[in-house]
């Protein structure tokens, strides 16, 4: 299924507000637009630095840009597409502090 990306918006303010990462969100972007998904494995066989996060929470972490850039997002799987939600973006060291204060399952910053 084709995948619709909800919230693009958000990317493309990061990308603004971080010169550096245009090229690599760019072709994340590029590959999201181009991809035929049927279930979340074929997320990891498109990116395979990507990490399907546990407990039914239908999120995945993408590693952008050599793993300079960490972008969280929720999927849906419908009928006819694949929803992906941009939850978060920022650098793989904001993602870090993240992690250490436990709040990557609740995070809605966009």
Avoid at 64 to 69: E, K, M, P
Avoid at 98 to 104: P, T
Wanted: hydrophobic share 40%; with cysteine.
């Amino acid at each position: 299924m084709r995948v619709h990306l909800v919230r693009k918006e958000s990317v493309e303010a990061f990308v603004r507000n971080n010169a550096r990462s245009r090229s690599s969100v760019y072709r994340w972007m590029a590959l999201v637009n181009k991809a035929d998904w049927k279930e979340p494995q074929d997320i990891v066989r498109t990116f395979n630095q990507s990490d399907i996060l546990g407990r039914n929470s239908q999120r995945v972490v993408f590693d952008i840009g050599g793993n300079a850039y960490r972008l969280i997002c929720k999927y849906h799987f419908g009928e006819q597409r694949v929803h992906l939600f941009i939850k978060w973006i920022g650098s793989h060291a904001e993602y870090t502090r993240l992690c250490e204060n436990r709040m990557q399952f609740e995070i809605s910053l966009f």
